[in-house]
Protein backbone atom coordinates (compact mmCIF):
# COMPACT_ATOMS: atom_id res chain seq x y z
CA UNK A 1 0.00 0.00 0.00
CA UNK A 2 1.42 3.17 -1.15
CA UNK A 3 2.63 5.48 2.09
CA UNK A 4 3.90 8.17 0.57
CA UNK A 5 6.91 9.82 -1.88
CA UNK A 6 10.25 10.87 -0.39
CA UNK A 7 10.74 14.46 -0.49
CA UNK A 8 13.79 14.77 1.12
CA UNK A 9 16.64 12.19 2.06
CA UNK A 10 19.67 13.10 4.33
CA UNK A 11 22.08 11.02 6.36
CA UNK A 12 19.88 8.62 7.90
CA UNK A 13 16.54 10.80 7.84
CA UNK A 14 13.83 10.38 5.02
CA UNK A 15 11.33 12.87 4.41
CA UNK A 16 8.05 11.87 2.64
CA UNK A 17 4.50 13.10 1.84
CA UNK A 18 1.93 11.47 3.11
CA UNK A 19 -0.24 9.77 0.64
CA UNK A 20 -4.09 10.99 0.84
CA UNK A 21 -6.10 9.12 2.80
CA UNK A 22 -3.16 6.98 4.52
CA UNK A 23 -2.96 7.14 8.38
CA UNK A 24 0.88 7.03 9.00
CA UNK A 25 1.91 6.68 12.82
CA UNK A 26 4.70 6.97 15.12
CA UNK A 27 7.03 3.89 14.97
CA UNK A 28 5.36 2.57 12.08
CA UNK A 29 7.71 0.84 10.01
CA UNK A 30 7.67 1.15 5.79
CA UNK A 31 9.95 0.84 3.05
CA UNK A 32 11.38 2.42 -0.19
CA UNK A 33 12.18 0.31 -2.99
CA UNK A 34 14.83 1.58 -5.33
CA UNK A 35 16.58 -0.77 -7.57
CA UNK A 36 16.75 -3.52 -6.10
CA UNK A 37 17.36 -2.30 -2.71
CA UNK A 38 15.00 -2.00 -0.04
CA UNK A 39 15.48 0.55 2.42
CA UNK A 40 12.77 0.18 5.94
CA UNK A 41 12.22 3.40 7.46
CA UNK A 42 10.34 4.16 10.70
CA UNK A 43 8.62 7.30 11.57
CA UNK A 44 9.38 9.64 14.12
CA UNK A 45 7.75 12.28 13.67
CA UNK A 46 5.74 14.56 12.09
CA UNK A 47 5.57 18.11 10.12
CA UNK A 48 3.43 20.08 7.86
CA UNK A 49 4.38 21.56 4.86
CA UNK A 50 3.10 25.15 4.03
CA UNK A 51 3.83 27.61 1.37
CA UNK A 52 0.72 29.56 2.13
CA UNK A 53 1.73 33.49 3.36
CA UNK A 54 0.97 34.62 7.06
CA UNK A 55 -1.96 37.18 5.62
CA UNK A 56 -2.92 33.78 3.40
CA UNK A 57 -3.13 32.00 7.27
CA UNK A 58 -4.74 34.80 9.11
CA UNK A 59 -7.37 35.01 6.20
CA UNK A 60 -8.57 31.48 6.49
CA UNK A 61 -8.34 30.82 9.92
CA UNK A 62 -10.52 33.87 10.75
CA UNK A 63 -12.64 32.65 8.38
CA UNK A 64 -12.40 28.82 9.44
CA UNK A 65 -13.05 30.71 12.72
CA UNK A 66 -16.31 32.35 11.87
CA UNK A 67 -17.43 28.93 10.71
CA UNK A 68 -17.36 29.69 6.87
CA UNK A 69 -15.96 27.36 4.53
CA UNK A 70 -11.96 27.55 3.96
CA UNK A 71 -10.87 26.94 0.24
CA UNK A 72 -7.87 26.85 -0.80
CA UNK A 73 -6.05 27.61 -4.27
CA UNK A 74 -4.45 24.96 -5.47
CA UNK A 75 -4.13 23.04 -1.60
CA UNK A 76 -2.62 19.96 -3.47
CA UNK A 77 0.78 21.95 -4.10
CA UNK A 78 0.93 24.60 -1.13
CA UNK A 79 -0.41 22.60 1.98
CA UNK A 80 0.52 18.75 3.11
CA UNK A 81 1.92 16.85 5.40
CA UNK A 82 5.45 15.08 5.85
CA UNK A 83 6.36 12.61 7.57
CA UNK A 84 10.18 12.17 9.34
CA UNK A 85 11.48 8.78 9.23
CA UNK A 86 14.91 7.17 10.04
CA UNK A 87 16.25 4.63 7.64
CA UNK A 88 17.11 1.74 10.20
CA UNK A 89 18.17 -0.86 7.58
CA UNK A 90 18.73 -1.40 4.19
CA UNK A 91 18.03 -5.17 2.36
CA UNK A 92 20.12 -5.46 -0.69
CA UNK A 93 19.27 -7.89 -3.88
CA UNK A 94 20.81 -10.93 -2.04
CA UNK A 95 18.30 -10.45 1.07
CA UNK A 96 20.78 -9.28 3.22
CA UNK A 97 19.95 -6.92 6.01
CA UNK A 98 22.45 -4.55 7.28
CA UNK A 99 22.48 -0.48 8.31
CA UNK A 100 21.90 1.86 5.77
CA UNK A 101 24.99 2.49 3.58
CA UNK A 102 22.79 5.42 1.09
CA UNK A 103 19.68 6.94 0.87
CA UNK A 104 16.52 6.37 -1.41
CA UNK A 105 16.56 9.09 -4.21
CA UNK A 106 13.86 11.78 -4.32
CA UNK A 107 10.15 10.74 -5.21
CA UNK A 108 10.56 7.08 -4.52
CA UNK A 109 7.37 5.85 -3.35
CA UNK A 110 6.78 4.78 -0.08
CA UNK A 111 5.37 2.17 0.94
CA UNK A 112 3.15 -0.52 3.45
CA UNK A 113 5.58 -3.41 4.81
CA UNK A 114 5.07 -6.91 3.35
CA UNK A 115 5.69 -9.88 5.21
CA UNK A 116 8.36 -10.86 3.33
CA UNK A 117 9.95 -7.69 3.96
CA UNK A 118 9.99 -8.43 7.89
CA UNK A 119 11.12 -11.63 7.29
CA UNK A 120 13.91 -10.19 5.68
CA UNK A 121 14.78 -8.65 9.04
CA UNK A 122 14.83 -11.52 10.92
CA UNK A 123 13.44 -10.34 14.20
CA UNK A 124 12.58 -14.00 15.24
CA UNK A 125 15.58 -15.76 14.64
CA UNK A 126 16.11 -15.93 18.56
CA UNK A 127 14.81 -18.51 20.75
CA UNK A 128 13.07 -16.46 23.50
CA UNK A 129 9.99 -14.77 22.12
CA UNK A 130 8.85 -11.51 23.72
CA UNK A 131 6.42 -10.41 21.65
CA UNK A 132 4.96 -9.20 17.52
CA UNK A 133 6.36 -6.74 15.67
CA UNK A 134 3.69 -3.62 15.66
CA UNK A 135 2.86 -1.42 13.04
CA UNK A 136 1.91 1.82 15.11
CA UNK A 137 -0.24 0.46 17.57
CA UNK A 138 -1.48 -2.38 16.00
CA UNK A 139 0.11 -5.83 16.54
CA UNK A 140 1.76 -7.39 13.36
CA UNK A 141 2.15 -11.17 12.46
CA UNK A 142 5.94 -11.94 13.10
CA UNK A 143 7.62 -12.89 16.27
CA UNK A 144 10.30 -10.86 17.83
CA UNK A 145 12.96 -12.96 19.70
CA UNK A 146 15.82 -12.77 21.48
CA UNK A 147 18.87 -15.34 20.91
CA UNK A 148 19.39 -15.96 25.02
CA UNK A 149 22.48 -17.58 24.28
CA UNK A 150 24.32 -13.90 23.14
CA UNK A 151 21.68 -11.77 25.01
CA UNK A 152 21.72 -13.29 28.78
CA UNK A 153 25.82 -12.54 29.27
CA UNK A 154 25.34 -9.15 27.82
CA UNK A 155 22.40 -7.90 30.25
CA UNK A 156 19.19 -6.86 29.92
CA UNK A 157 17.57 -3.57 30.82
CA UNK A 158 13.84 -3.34 31.14
CA UNK A 159 12.13 0.02 31.60
CA UNK A 160 8.74 1.37 32.62
CA UNK A 161 6.56 3.54 34.38
CA UNK A 162 4.21 1.85 36.84
CA UNK A 163 2.00 -0.27 34.84
CA UNK A 164 3.90 -0.59 31.64
CA UNK A 165 4.13 -4.24 31.90
CA UNK A 166 6.92 -4.56 33.52
CA UNK A 167 6.16 -7.69 35.17
CA UNK A 168 4.51 -9.21 32.32
CA UNK A 169 7.18 -9.14 30.78
CA UNK A 170 9.02 -10.43 33.25
CA UNK A 171 6.86 -13.72 33.11
CA UNK A 172 6.94 -13.59 29.08
CA UNK A 173 10.48 -13.87 29.41
CA UNK A 174 10.79 -16.58 32.36
CA UNK A 175 8.24 -18.79 30.44
CA UNK A 176 10.32 -18.58 27.26
CA UNK A 177 13.52 -19.66 29.33
CA UNK A 178 11.38 -22.34 31.10
CA UNK A 179 9.89 -23.67 27.59
CA UNK A 180 13.13 -23.52 25.76
CA UNK A 181 15.34 -25.50 28.89
CA UNK A 182 18.53 -23.77 27.53
CA UNK A 183 19.03 -21.51 29.95
CA UNK A 184 18.75 -20.78 34.14
CA UNK A 185 16.65 -17.35 35.42
CA UNK A 186 16.18 -16.39 38.89
CA UNK A 187 13.40 -14.24 39.90
CA UNK A 188 13.16 -12.47 43.07
CA UNK A 189 9.49 -12.11 43.35
CA UNK A 190 8.59 -9.34 45.91
CA UNK A 191 4.82 -9.74 44.73
CA UNK A 192 4.01 -13.19 44.48
CA UNK A 193 3.33 -12.49 40.74
CA UNK A 194 5.60 -15.46 39.04
CA UNK A 195 3.71 -18.92 40.20
CA UNK A 196 0.33 -18.45 39.30
CA UNK A 197 -0.37 -15.26 38.58
CA UNK A 198 -0.98 -12.04 40.12
CA UNK A 199 -4.62 -12.10 40.65
CA UNK A 200 -8.25 -13.82 39.33
CA UNK A 201 -7.79 -14.59 35.51
CA UNK A 202 -4.15 -13.96 35.48
CA UNK A 203 -1.92 -17.40 34.98
CA UNK A 204 1.79 -17.76 36.25
CA UNK A 205 5.13 -20.34 35.24
CA UNK A 206 3.04 -23.27 37.40
CA UNK A 207 0.32 -23.06 34.44
CA UNK A 208 3.28 -24.88 32.38
CA UNK A 209 3.62 -28.68 32.08
CA UNK A 210 6.86 -28.31 31.90
CA UNK A 211 6.89 -26.39 34.87
CA UNK A 212 7.16 -29.93 36.82
CA UNK A 213 10.71 -30.98 35.62
CA UNK A 214 11.95 -27.05 35.25
CA UNK A 215 10.81 -24.63 37.54
CA UNK A 216 12.24 -24.30 41.03
CA UNK A 217 10.41 -22.79 43.78
CA UNK A 218 11.97 -20.78 47.25
CA UNK A 219 8.77 -20.29 48.87
CA UNK A 220 7.44 -20.11 52.22
CA UNK A 221 4.84 -22.50 50.55
CA UNK A 222 6.95 -25.40 50.93
CA UNK A 223 7.43 -26.36 54.47
CA UNK A 224 10.45 -28.59 54.04
CA UNK A 225 12.55 -28.94 50.16
CA UNK A 226 11.00 -31.40 48.01
CA UNK A 227 7.96 -31.81 45.75
CA UNK A 228 5.05 -29.11 46.58
CA UNK A 229 1.67 -29.70 44.99
CA UNK A 230 0.18 -26.28 43.16
CA UNK A 231 -3.23 -26.36 42.51
CA UNK A 232 -4.04 -24.07 38.89
CA UNK A 233 -7.13 -23.72 36.32
CA UNK A 234 -6.32 -23.51 32.90
CA UNK A 235 -9.51 -22.33 31.14
CA UNK A 236 -11.58 -23.64 33.89
CA UNK A 237 -10.17 -26.94 34.09
CA UNK A 238 -8.24 -27.27 37.87
CA UNK A 239 -4.98 -28.99 37.19
CA UNK A 240 -2.70 -30.06 39.94
CA UNK A 241 1.40 -29.60 39.33
CA UNK A 242 3.81 -31.05 41.46
CA UNK A 243 7.14 -28.21 41.47
CA UNK A 244 10.05 -29.27 42.98
CA UNK A 245 10.51 -26.45 46.10
CA UNK A 246 12.64 -25.40 48.72
CA UNK A 247 11.29 -22.70 51.90
CA UNK A 248 12.59 -19.73 52.05
CA UNK A 249 15.08 -20.31 54.57
CA UNK A 250 18.46 -19.52 54.57
CA UNK A 251 20.57 -20.71 58.32
CA UNK A 252 22.67 -17.75 59.48
CA UNK A 253 25.84 -19.82 59.62
CA UNK A 254 26.41 -20.21 56.36
CA UNK A 255 26.60 -16.47 55.70
CA UNK A 256 30.13 -15.37 55.53
CA UNK A 257 31.47 -12.19 55.44
CA UNK A 258 31.73 -11.81 51.54
CA UNK A 259 28.17 -12.05 51.52
CA UNK A 260 27.27 -8.73 53.75
CA UNK A 261 30.25 -7.22 52.21
CA UNK A 262 28.60 -8.04 48.60
CA UNK A 263 25.74 -5.65 49.30
CA UNK A 264 28.04 -2.87 49.25
CA UNK A 265 26.36 -1.65 52.41
CA UNK A 266 29.43 -1.44 54.42
CA UNK A 267 32.67 0.79 55.00
CA UNK A 268 35.99 -0.54 54.91
CA UNK A 269 36.20 -0.46 58.44
CA UNK A 270 33.15 -2.20 59.15
CA UNK A 271 34.17 -4.69 56.42
CA UNK A 272 37.11 -5.39 58.56
CA UNK A 273 35.30 -5.84 61.47
CA UNK A 274 32.92 -8.34 59.96
CA UNK A 275 36.37 -10.34 58.81
CA UNK A 276 37.68 -10.36 62.50
CA UNK A 277 34.28 -11.40 63.68
CA UNK A 278 34.02 -14.18 61.62
CA UNK A 279 38.08 -15.27 62.40
CA UNK A 280 37.34 -15.09 65.95
CA UNK A 281 34.06 -16.55 66.45
CA UNK A 282 33.68 -19.12 63.47
CA UNK A 283 30.45 -19.96 61.89
CA UNK A 284 28.53 -18.59 64.74
CA UNK A 285 30.06 -14.71 64.24
CA UNK A 286 26.93 -13.34 63.00
CA UNK A 287 24.76 -14.46 65.82
CA UNK A 288 27.78 -13.80 68.44
CA UNK A 289 28.08 -10.00 66.14
CA UNK A 290 24.57 -9.43 67.01
CA UNK A 291 24.08 -11.34 70.47
CA UNK A 292 26.86 -9.99 72.06
CA UNK A 293 26.70 -6.17 73.75
CA UNK A 294 29.41 -3.50 72.30
CA UNK A 295 31.67 -3.38 75.23
CA UNK A 296 32.10 -6.87 75.37
CA UNK A 297 32.72 -7.18 71.55
CA UNK A 298 35.10 -4.52 71.96
CA UNK A 299 36.83 -6.49 74.71
CA UNK A 300 36.44 -9.82 72.44
CA UNK A 301 37.90 -8.71 69.24
CA UNK A 302 41.12 -7.34 70.98
CA UNK A 303 40.23 -3.53 70.79
CA UNK A 304 40.57 -3.77 66.99
CA UNK A 305 37.81 -1.54 65.87
CA UNK A 306 36.25 1.33 67.77
CA UNK A 307 32.95 0.57 69.71
CA UNK A 308 31.01 2.83 67.40
CA UNK A 309 32.36 0.84 64.61
CA UNK A 310 30.66 -2.11 66.10
CA UNK A 311 27.11 -0.28 66.67
CA UNK A 312 26.99 0.65 63.15
CA UNK A 313 27.92 -2.33 62.07
CA UNK A 314 25.85 -4.15 64.29
CA UNK A 315 22.84 -2.36 62.98
CA UNK A 316 23.34 -2.56 59.42
CA UNK A 317 24.06 -6.51 60.11
CA UNK A 318 20.56 -6.63 61.86
CA UNK A 319 18.29 -4.55 59.27
CA UNK A 320 19.89 -6.90 56.47
CA UNK A 321 19.45 -10.37 58.30
CA UNK A 322 15.83 -9.26 60.06
CA UNK A 323 14.13 -11.06 62.69
CA UNK A 324 14.82 -14.49 61.79
CA UNK A 325 12.21 -15.49 59.10
CA UNK A 326 14.52 -15.64 56.50
CA UNK A 327 17.92 -16.10 58.07
CA UNK A 328 17.44 -18.55 60.55
CA UNK A 329 20.13 -19.42 63.78
CA UNK A 330 18.27 -23.34 64.55
CA UNK A 331 18.06 -24.33 60.67
CA UNK A 332 20.45 -26.33 58.36
CA UNK A 333 19.26 -25.13 54.97
CA UNK A 334 21.99 -23.94 52.46
CA UNK A 335 19.57 -22.50 49.79
CA UNK A 336 21.97 -20.54 47.80
CA UNK A 337 24.08 -24.12 47.52
CA UNK A 338 20.36 -25.48 46.56
CA UNK A 339 19.45 -22.25 43.83
CA UNK A 340 23.17 -22.95 42.49
CA UNK A 341 22.58 -26.83 41.53
CA UNK A 342 19.11 -25.90 40.05
CA UNK A 343 21.06 -22.90 37.68
CA UNK A 344 23.63 -25.55 36.78
CA UNK A 345 20.93 -27.72 35.18
CA UNK A 346 19.04 -25.02 33.47
CA UNK A 347 16.00 -24.37 35.59
CA UNK A 348 13.62 -21.12 36.22
CA UNK A 349 13.69 -20.48 40.02
CA UNK A 350 11.73 -17.83 41.31
CA UNK A 351 12.23 -17.12 44.83
CA UNK A 352 9.10 -15.78 46.07
CA UNK A 353 10.00 -13.13 48.89
CA UNK A 354 6.30 -11.06 50.04
CA UNK A 355 6.87 -10.69 53.70
CA UNK A 356 10.41 -9.93 53.42
CA UNK A 357 11.88 -6.77 54.75
CA UNK A 358 14.12 -4.65 52.55
CA UNK A 359 16.62 -6.29 53.80
CA UNK A 360 16.37 -9.74 53.90
CA UNK A 361 15.14 -9.22 50.20
CA UNK A 362 18.71 -6.94 49.51
CA UNK A 363 20.67 -9.67 51.90
CA UNK A 364 19.00 -12.86 49.92
CA UNK A 365 19.27 -11.61 46.18
CA UNK A 366 23.09 -10.44 47.16
CA UNK A 367 23.85 -13.91 48.65
CA UNK A 368 21.98 -15.81 45.77
CA UNK A 369 23.79 -13.48 43.01
CA UNK A 370 26.92 -13.87 44.42
CA UNK A 371 27.47 -17.53 44.95
CA UNK A 372 26.04 -18.00 41.23
CA UNK A 373 28.58 -15.38 40.38
CA UNK A 374 31.90 -16.75 42.66
CA UNK A 375 30.72 -20.17 41.28
CA UNK A 376 30.49 -19.91 38.02
CA UNK A 377 34.15 -17.59 37.83
CA UNK A 378 35.25 -20.04 39.88
CA UNK A 379 34.35 -22.99 37.61
CA UNK A 380 35.58 -21.29 34.30
CA UNK A 381 39.04 -20.72 35.90
CA UNK A 382 39.60 -23.79 37.03
CA UNK A 383 37.75 -26.51 35.08
CA UNK A 384 36.70 -24.69 31.78
CA UNK A 385 35.46 -27.76 30.14
CA UNK A 386 32.47 -28.27 32.98
CA UNK A 387 32.17 -24.31 32.64
CA UNK A 388 31.50 -24.92 28.72
CA UNK A 389 28.21 -27.12 29.87
CA UNK A 390 26.61 -24.32 32.30
CA UNK A 391 24.01 -22.79 30.76
CA UNK A 392 23.94 -19.13 30.96
CA UNK A 393 21.90 -17.64 33.86
CA UNK A 394 20.20 -14.61 33.67
CA UNK A 395 19.31 -12.60 37.57
CA UNK A 396 16.78 -10.91 37.82
CA UNK A 397 16.39 -7.99 39.94
CA UNK A 398 12.64 -5.97 39.76
CA UNK A 399 13.22 -2.21 41.41
CA UNK A 400 16.92 -2.48 39.94
CA UNK A 401 17.29 1.34 40.87
CA UNK A 402 17.54 0.40 44.36
CA UNK A 403 20.44 -1.61 44.01
CA UNK A 404 22.18 -0.02 41.14
CA UNK A 405 21.35 3.87 41.89
CA UNK A 406 24.41 6.36 42.50
CA UNK A 407 22.93 6.74 45.38
CA UNK A 408 23.18 2.90 46.76
CA UNK A 409 26.57 2.80 44.95
CA UNK A 410 28.47 5.61 46.77
CA UNK A 411 28.82 7.47 49.86
CA UNK A 412 30.96 10.10 49.83
CA UNK A 413 34.11 10.26 48.48
CA UNK A 414 34.24 6.51 47.28
CA UNK A 415 32.10 4.31 45.11
CA UNK A 416 31.47 0.95 45.91
CA UNK A 417 30.65 -2.34 44.40
CA UNK A 418 27.98 -4.89 45.03
CA UNK A 419 27.29 -7.85 43.62
CA UNK A 420 24.67 -6.41 40.70
CA UNK A 421 27.33 -3.63 39.75
CA UNK A 422 30.08 -6.32 39.79
CA UNK A 423 28.09 -8.90 37.59
CA UNK A 424 27.00 -5.78 35.10
CA UNK A 425 30.89 -5.19 34.48
CA UNK A 426 32.16 -8.71 34.49
CA UNK A 427 29.33 -11.21 34.43
CA UNK A 428 29.78 -11.83 30.52
CA UNK A 429 33.05 -13.42 31.12
CA UNK A 430 31.43 -16.47 33.43
CA UNK A 431 28.19 -16.65 30.95
CA UNK A 432 26.17 -14.49 33.91
CA UNK A 433 23.77 -12.00 33.10
CA UNK A 434 21.60 -9.16 35.21
CA UNK A 435 18.06 -8.77 33.57
CA UNK A 436 17.54 -4.81 35.25
CA UNK A 437 13.93 -4.39 35.63
CA UNK A 438 13.11 -0.34 36.73
CA UNK A 439 10.63 2.52 36.45
CA UNK A 440 13.78 4.67 37.24
CA UNK A 441 16.31 4.32 34.54
CA UNK A 442 17.32 7.88 34.87
CA UNK A 443 18.46 6.97 38.85
CA UNK A 444 20.46 4.02 37.49
CA UNK A 445 24.24 4.48 37.25
CA UNK A 446 25.28 5.14 33.81
CA UNK A 447 27.66 2.07 33.10
CA UNK A 448 24.65 -0.14 34.27
CA UNK A 449 22.73 1.43 31.18
CA UNK A 450 25.05 1.08 28.48
CA UNK A 451 26.27 -2.81 29.87
CA UNK A 452 23.19 -3.51 29.31
CA UNK A 453 23.37 -4.34 25.15
CA UNK A 454 19.79 -5.55 25.23
CA UNK A 455 17.41 -2.73 25.88
CA UNK A 456 13.51 -2.95 26.31
CA UNK A 457 11.78 0.01 26.58
CA UNK A 458 8.14 0.10 27.66
CA UNK A 459 5.89 3.97 27.90
CA UNK A 460 8.84 5.63 29.76
CA UNK A 461 6.87 9.25 29.46
CA UNK A 462 9.16 10.83 32.09
CA UNK A 463 12.14 13.06 30.77
CA UNK A 464 15.07 12.39 33.11
CA UNK A 465 14.31 8.60 32.67
CA UNK A 466 13.92 8.53 29.06
CA UNK A 467 16.76 10.91 28.24
CA UNK A 468 18.93 8.79 30.22
CA UNK A 469 18.05 4.95 28.42
CA UNK A 470 18.08 6.99 24.85
CA UNK A 471 21.58 9.24 25.74
CA UNK A 472 23.32 5.87 26.30
CA UNK A 473 21.65 3.66 24.14
CA UNK A 474 22.41 2.89 20.18
CA UNK A 475 19.45 3.18 17.66
CA UNK A 476 17.37 4.87 20.02
CA UNK A 477 18.24 8.74 18.93
CA UNK A 478 14.64 9.31 17.50
CA UNK A 479 12.96 7.49 19.17
CA UNK A 480 11.87 9.93 21.92
CA UNK A 481 8.02 10.81 21.14
CA UNK A 482 7.67 7.08 20.75
CA UNK A 483 9.04 6.55 23.56
CA UNK A 484 6.85 9.28 25.65
CA UNK A 485 3.89 7.64 23.83
CA UNK A 486 3.96 4.00 23.98
CA UNK A 487 0.68 1.90 25.64
CA UNK A 488 0.91 -0.55 28.20
CA UNK A 489 2.33 -3.91 26.89
CA UNK A 490 3.95 -1.38 23.96
CA UNK A 491 7.86 -1.40 23.44
CA UNK A 492 10.64 -0.25 21.80
CA UNK A 493 13.36 -3.94 22.20
CA UNK A 494 17.46 -2.55 20.29
CA UNK A 495 19.35 -5.83 21.00
CA UNK A 496 22.60 -5.69 19.15
CA UNK A 497 23.68 -9.71 20.38
CA UNK A 498 20.60 -10.76 18.77
CA UNK A 499 20.84 -8.79 15.23
CA UNK A 500 18.45 -6.18 16.49
CA UNK A 501 20.40 -3.03 15.76
CA UNK A 502 17.30 -1.15 15.13
CA UNK A 503 14.36 0.39 17.77
CA UNK A 504 12.43 -2.63 16.91
CA UNK A 505 8.39 -2.03 17.81
CA UNK A 506 6.87 -4.78 19.38
CA UNK A 507 3.66 -5.53 21.14
CA UNK A 508 4.88 -7.80 23.91
CA UNK A 509 2.64 -10.53 24.56
CA UNK A 510 -0.21 -10.90 27.09
CA UNK A 511 1.11 -13.70 29.44
CA UNK A 512 -2.18 -15.61 29.67
CA UNK A 513 -2.23 -15.24 25.78
CA UNK A 514 1.45 -16.94 25.51
CA UNK A 515 1.18 -19.09 28.21
CA UNK A 516 -2.11 -20.86 26.52
CA UNK A 517 -0.31 -21.46 23.23
CA UNK A 518 2.93 -22.75 25.28
CA UNK A 519 0.26 -25.07 27.17
CA UNK A 520 -0.69 -26.77 23.91
CA UNK A 521 2.56 -27.13 22.94
CA UNK A 522 3.86 -28.57 25.44
CA UNK A 523 1.21 -31.10 26.37
CA UNK A 524 1.18 -32.25 23.27
CA UNK A 525 5.12 -32.88 23.70
CA UNK A 526 4.09 -34.70 26.90
CA UNK A 527 1.33 -36.73 25.47
CA UNK A 528 3.98 -37.45 22.40
CA UNK A 529 7.32 -38.40 24.97
CA UNK A 530 5.31 -40.75 26.86
CA UNK A 531 3.93 -42.29 23.63
CA UNK A 532 7.38 -43.26 22.11
CA UNK A 533 8.35 -43.95 26.12
CA UNK A 534 6.03 -47.20 25.81
N1 LIG B 1 1.70 -6.95 26.87
C1 LIG B 1 0.54 -6.79 27.51
N2 LIG B 1 -0.62 -7.04 26.89
C2 LIG B 1 -1.80 -6.89 27.54
N3 LIG B 1 -1.92 -6.47 28.81
C3 LIG B 1 -0.79 -6.18 29.48
C4 LIG B 1 0.50 -6.33 28.87
N4 LIG B 1 1.43 -5.98 29.77
C5 LIG B 1 0.76 -5.64 30.89
N5 LIG B 1 -0.57 -5.76 30.73
C6 LIG B 1 -1.58 -5.51 31.76
O1 LIG B 1 -1.28 -4.28 32.40
C7 LIG B 1 -1.37 -4.39 33.81
C8 LIG B 1 -0.06 -3.96 34.46
O2 LIG B 1 0.95 -4.84 34.06
P1 LIG B 1 2.22 -5.18 34.96
O3 LIG B 1 1.79 -5.62 36.32
O4 LIG B 1 3.06 -6.10 34.18
O5 LIG B 1 2.88 -3.74 35.05
P2 LIG B 1 4.19 -3.29 35.86
O6 LIG B 1 4.94 -2.40 34.97
O7 LIG B 1 4.86 -4.48 36.42
O8 LIG B 1 3.53 -2.45 37.03
P3 LIG B 1 4.17 -2.09 38.46
O9 LIG B 1 5.03 -0.91 38.23
O10 LIG B 1 2.95 -1.75 39.26
O11 LIG B 1 4.89 -3.28 38.97
C9 LIG B 1 -1.73 -5.83 34.10
O12 LIG B 1 -3.12 -5.90 34.39
C10 LIG B 1 -1.44 -6.58 32.83
O13 LIG B 1 -2.33 -7.65 32.61
MG1 LIG C 1 5.46 -5.06 38.35
Known amino acids: MRAGVVVWAEGTTVRFRIAGGFRAERGMLLKVEDRGRRFILRVYDFRPESLLSQAEVAMLSSRAQRGERVELYEKELRLYDTALATIVAQVDEDGAAHGPTSVPPLFAPVETLERGDLDALKLDTGDLPLGVVRVGHRPGDVEVSLDGARVIPHHVLVAGSTGAGKSNLGRVLAASVLHSGRYSIVVFDCESEYLTGGGPGSMGLAHLPYSEERLFLVSNRASRPGRLRVRVSVDGVAVERSILAHPLKMSLT ?31 WVSTLLGMDGRGLYQRLGRMSSVNTINVTRRKLRRLVGDGEVFCEDCDYDLAGAVLSMAAKGRVIVVETPFASEGEEKLL ?45 SSPGEVRENIFSIIAKRGRKYKVGGLYITQMPGELMETIIRQALTKIVLPLPTRPDYEKVIGYSPYLDEAEQEIKTLDRGEALVVSPPSGLRFAVPIKVYRFEDYARRLIALEEEAVVRASASGG
Do not use: C
Open 365 to 409: ATVIAGRLFRAYEKMRKELPEKWGELPPVLVMVEEAHRYLSKTAL
Open 254 to 284: RLKPWDFAMTGEFTGPQEELLWMAYKTFGDE
